[in-house]
Nanobody
Framework: QVQLVESGGGLVQPGGSLRLSCVASGSISSIYRMYWSRQAPGKERELVAAVTRYGMTNYADSVKGRFTISIDNAKNTVYLQMNSLKPEDTAIYYC???????????WGLGTQVTVSS
């Protein structure tokens, strides 16, 4: 099992930036892919951005060009840099890790991101 702790959420005005962090512990060697998902009130949870332990990334169309996911293997940490934030980005953001077979190894409790004027 893997334990994940997210941080970095908060309140920001439209056009602003935030950086989320997710620190993993436990069976780190089993982690192949980590991703950020988000869930807004009344909405289904959606994938935002994903990164493999080797740095390969993919993004939801809605955040391409604005968000950047990255990893620091030495610190067992994945980041989500969020720029040009929009009110539609308001959600609870969750960090999830997977093994190479795409099975879920763990997930965090989430961090709230609110984009509002």
């Amino acid at each position: 099992q893997v334990q994940l702790v997210e941080s970095g959420g908060g309140l920001v005005q439209p056009g602003g930036s935030l950086r989320l962090s997710c620190v993993a512990s436990g069976s780190i060697s089993s982690i192949y892919r980590m991703y950020w998902s988000r869930q807004a009130p009344g909405k289904e949870r959606e994938l935002v951005a994903a990164v493999t332990r080797y740095g390969m990334t993919n993004y939801a169309d809605s955040v391409k060009g604005r968000f950047t996911i990255s990893i620091d293997n030495a610190k067992n940490t994945v980041y989500l840099q969020m720029n040009s934030l929009k009110p539609e980005d308001t959600a609870i953001y969750y960090c999830v890790c997977q093994n190479e077979a795409m099975g879920v190894l763990g997930w965090g409790l989430g961090t709230q991101v609110t984009v509002s004027s």
